[in-house]
């Protein structure tokens, strides 16, 4: 992990830009930051990096959310794989692009997965029938995006190692030097790993993949921290258009097992509004979302 907080880390990968918001019905005059607002991060402590196969975890939503809310629920709200960080979950208003047209288009409701320090189309594997974006908006990366019609329900959002690849990467030229000689520079040889990105229904009995991204490692370690959220994107709202449910994240496992010793901790960031409470119980993170949490005297909390 990198030395700086990892919920530091968080806000900073993770930018979008909409207008702000002043809500005086809650507080006169107050001013929120731009949306997205994470009403609150989760960060579970595993206690060191792990060697690599699959990360899974469970998501439960108490109620429908409707798709007019833009909402993101995140089981992977930021983790990393070596030196790559990367994300995914449920939004209620998805987008994206198909390989034969890239002309960016609204999915809907869908699940995702982004990777960043990456642009390149051939690092992105949709499903099919399945969308997928490469951006700069948030920093260099790449996306893959499936239209899914999620409800109320438990979900196991689940990330797995797959195949490798061997890539050649040729290398970047200086465009301000001159006189270059041609064929100085080998081309890199990079040996990558796909890896799959699936969300289980314990309701339907249905296992979705959603994608695969290749990541340019193949001994690969999940970082010792691993972060969920919930927050509100896209255009400006107010606080009362927050949606009233309860989201738990619960069981997390690395290559098919339960961690020992597990730990994990509450981050409500500084100038959203304070309308997420989590409480940690029996090693389950239980969220309640949509009602104000009044004079909040610690923003950073020990759930378990």
């Not at 288009?105 to 990456?118: D, H, K, P, T, V």
């Not at 030097?177 to 520079?185: I, T």
Request: charged share 25%; hydrophobic share 35%; proline share 7%.
């Amino acid at each position: 992990m990198s030395t700086r907080k990892p919920w530091a880390l968080l806000a900073a990968i993770i930018i979008f830009f909409a207008p702000q918001y002043a809500a005086p019905q809650y507080a006169a005059a107050q001013q929120y930051k731009r949306m997205p607002w994470h009403l609150t991060d989760i960060w579970w402590d595993f206690g060191k990096p792990h060697a690599f196969e699959s990360y899974s975890i469970d998501v439960t939503i108490d109620k429908d959310v409707p798709e007019s809310v833009r909402l993101y629920i995140a089981p992977i709200g930021l983790a990393h794989l070596n030196k790559t960080p990367f994300y995914g979950g449920l939004q209620t208003q998805s987008d994206g692009y198909t390989k034969a047209n890239k002309r960016l288009r609204g999915i809907g409701r869908g699940l995702l997965m982004s990777m960043w320090n990456e642009r390149s189309p051939s690092a992105i594997r949709p499903a099919d029938g399945g969308f997928w974006q490469s951006s700069g908006h948030e920093g260099d990366f790449v996306s893959i995006r499936r239209p899914f019609k999620w409800t109320k329900g438990t979900y196991t959002y689940r990330v797995v190692k797959m195949d490798r690849e061997t890539v050649l990467r040729e290398p970047r030229k200086d465009e301000n030097a001159k006189d270059q000689p041609e064929g100085d520079k080998p081309a890199e040889v990079k040996e990558c790993t796909w890896v799959g990105a699936f969300l289980y229904s314990h309701e339907t009995d249905e296992n979705i993949f959603i994608g695969a991204l290749r990541f340019p490692e193949i001994d690969m370690k999940l970082s010792r921290n691993v972060a969920n959220f919930v927050e509100v994107y896209g255009p400006k709202i107010s606080v009362g258009q927050i949606p009233k449910i309860t989201v738990t994240f619960s069981n997390p496992k690395i290559n098919g097992k339960s961690v020992e010793n597990v730990s994990a901790s509450a981050i409500y960031p500084d100038g959203v509004p304070d309308f997420a409470d989590a409480k940690g119980v029996d090693g389950a993170v239980i969220i309640k979302v949509g009602e104000e949490v009044k004079e909040r005297k610690n923003r950073q909390q020990k759930l378990f």
